[in-house]
């Protein structure tokens, strides 16, 4: 099956000539769901950033839709059909759920019914709290309406930046939960994840970043019986 994104040897950082992506590569097919797990600082928000167009990397290429992407800008990036779901401020506070979600529909022409009553069915919630703001919802709503604000576009591909963040067990339980029906609707999602256990038991494939690295790749539930994996990364010991 062709690659429906490949990061080839890709070198990225916020200064010039100071790189935290060191190399990477990269791939994910269409439907899949691909965890991306590593330690603080080993680059895995900057490989999302860097997909996304928020950063331009200085070497190597990044082809989605066998189209190179590299240097383009994120709105340009967003209509060749990915969007990306940052950690924080993902949503606008002062907004309504619903004037979010409209405004997640910015690039479409007419009316965008439709995409609302596909993210309400998906988000329940969302739907009992149109008219509330943005601001007063709870960690795990806020994070439901900015990736039901993401989805707003159809996208292809959807990057998920640390969803689980400061949210409480029972909230990461269902932010979880909707990542994975998200993915069974077919599209395919990248999520970069510090919870890696979590996000390694329902991912097809994962890579583990180490110093702006992809040092190990390979099957979810390969990775989850890797003892460097879990020793590392996961809090496990094997003897």
Known sequence: MTNLLEV?????GYIKDLNILQGINFCIQPGELITVIGPNGAGKSTLAKTIFGLLTPNQ????????????????????LGMCYVPQRANVFATLTVEENLEMGAYTLSGSC???KEMVYTMFPK????????????????RQMLAMGKALMLDPDLLLLDEPSAALSPILVNDVFEQIKAINATGKAIVLVEQNAKKALMMADRGYV?????????????DLLDNPLVGELYLGTRHE
Do not use: H
Request: proline share 0%; charged share 40%.
């Open 60 to 79: 190597g290429e990044i082809i989605f839709k066998d189209r190179n992407i590299a240097g383009l800008k994120s709105n340009e990036i967003v209509k």
């Open 209 to 221: 970043l180490e110093s702006g690295k992809d040092a190990i790749e390979g099957k979810g539930s």
């Open 113 to 115: 019914k439709k995409q």
């Open 8 to 12: 080839k040897d890709v070198y990225a």
């Open 126 to 141: 969302l739907k009992e709290r149109f008219r509330q703001k943005a601001g007063t919802l709870s960690g795990g709503e």
